[in-house]
T-cell receptor, first 120, second 117 residues
Framework: AQTVTQSQPEMSVQEAETVTLSCTYDTSESNYYLFWYKQPPSRQMILVIRQEAYKQQNATENRFSVNFQKAAKSFSLKISDSQLGDTAMYFCAFMKHVGGAGGSNYKLTFGKGTLLTVNP | DTGVSQNPRHKITKRGQNVTFRCDPISEHNRLYWYRQTLGQGPEFLTYFQNEAQLEKSRLLSDRFSAERPKGSFSTLEIQRTEQGDSAMYLC???????????????FGDGTRLSIL
C-alpha cells in the first residue's frame, strides 16, 4: 500500500515571497503519478500540478513548480510570488501508473494536507 | 465547463436516519469517484464507477453505504442508519478513462458536508 506524508500541518508566507511545501511518499511501484491539489476554504479541490514519475524534468505551472526526487521519494511544491488567493489547504497525492499491478490505477492516495496562509 | 456538481452542500440529520447525496460529473467524463474527508485529514477513496459499472469499493464502505450510477451519468451515495462517525465531507470527482500511457486528472466537486446529531 502507498502512503503519503506531509510533515508540515501549517505554514505561512508573506505576500510576494516564495514558499516550499514538503511531501514524501512510500511505494514499491516504479511508475506512478504525483499531484498537488489546492482546497481553498469552503471551496472545491483544484489540481495545481502533476508529475509523471518516469519524467526526470520537474513539472512547472506558472508560479508553481515541483522538486521531484524519485530516489528519495520526495515531491515538494514551490510557490513563487505568493498571492493572497494562494491561501488554502494543499494536498499531495499519489496514483499508480495505468496498468499497474492489481489494477489500482484510479485511486488517489492523499496526505493529510498543509494549511498555507499568505499574509498581506 | 460546468464542473462537477454535488447536492446538497450541507446535510444535517439525526443519528439513525438515511441520507442520500447526488453527484453530477462533467458531462463527457465516464469515470466517477467518491471520497470521504474527515476533519484534519486528506480525502480517502470510497468507490468508483466506469460508466454504470461500480468497479471497486474500499473497505471503508461498510454495508450501510451504497452507491449507484444507473445510467452512467449522475451518481448517488446513500448511507443507511447513519452513525456519528459518518460525519464528514463527501467528495465526488470525475475523469476520463486513462489511456495506455497517460493519466487523466480527477476533477472534484464542492462536496457534501454531512453532520450527524
Amino acid at each position: 500500500a502507498q502512503t503519503v506524508t506531509q510533515s508540515q500541518p501549517e505554514m505561512s508566507v508573506q505576500e510576494a515571497e516564495t514558499v516550499t511545501l514538503s511531501c514524501t511518499y512510500d511505494t514499491s511501484e516504479s511508475n506512478y503519478y504525483l499531484f498537488w491539489y489546492k482546497q481553498p476554504p469552503s471551496r472545491q479541490m483544484i489540481l495545481v500540478i502533476r508529475q509523471e514519475a518516469y519524467k526526470q524534468q520537474n513539472a512547472t505551472e506558472n508560479r508553481f513548480s515541483v522538486n521531484f526526487q524519485k530516489a528519495a521519494k520526495s515531491f515538494s511544491l514551490k510557490i513563487s510570488d505568493s498571492q493572497l488567493g494562494d491561501t488554502a489547504m494543499y494536498f499531495c497525492a499519489f496514483m499508480k501508473h495505468v496498468g499497474g499491478a492489481g489494477g489500482s490505477n484510479y485511486k488517489l492516495t492523499f496526505g493529510k494536507g498543509t494549511l498555507l496562509t499568505v499574509n498581506p | 465547463d460546468t464542473g462537477v456538481s454535488q447536492n446538497p452542500r450541507h446535510k444535517i440529520t439525526k443519528r439513525g436516519q438515511n441520507v442520500t447525496f447526488r453527484c453530477d460529473p462533467i458531462s463527457e467524463h465516464n469515470r466517477l469517484y467518491w471520497y470521504r474527508q474527515t476533519l484534519g485529514q486528506g480525502p480517502e477513496f470510497l468507490t468508483y464507477f466506469q460508466n454504470e459499472a461500480q468497479l471497486e469499493k474500499s473497505r471503508l464502505l461498510s454495508d450501510r453505504f451504497s452507491a449507484e450510477r444507473p445510467k452512467g451519468s449522475f451518481s448517488t451515495l446513500e448511507i443507511q442508519r447513519t452513525e456519528q462517525g459518518d460525519s464528514a465531507m463527501y467528495l465526488c470527482a470525475s475523469s476520463l478513462v486513462p489511456g495506455r500511457s497517460s493519466n487523466q486528472p480527477q476533477h472534484f466537486g464542492d462536496g457534501t458536508r454531512l453532520s450527524i446529531l
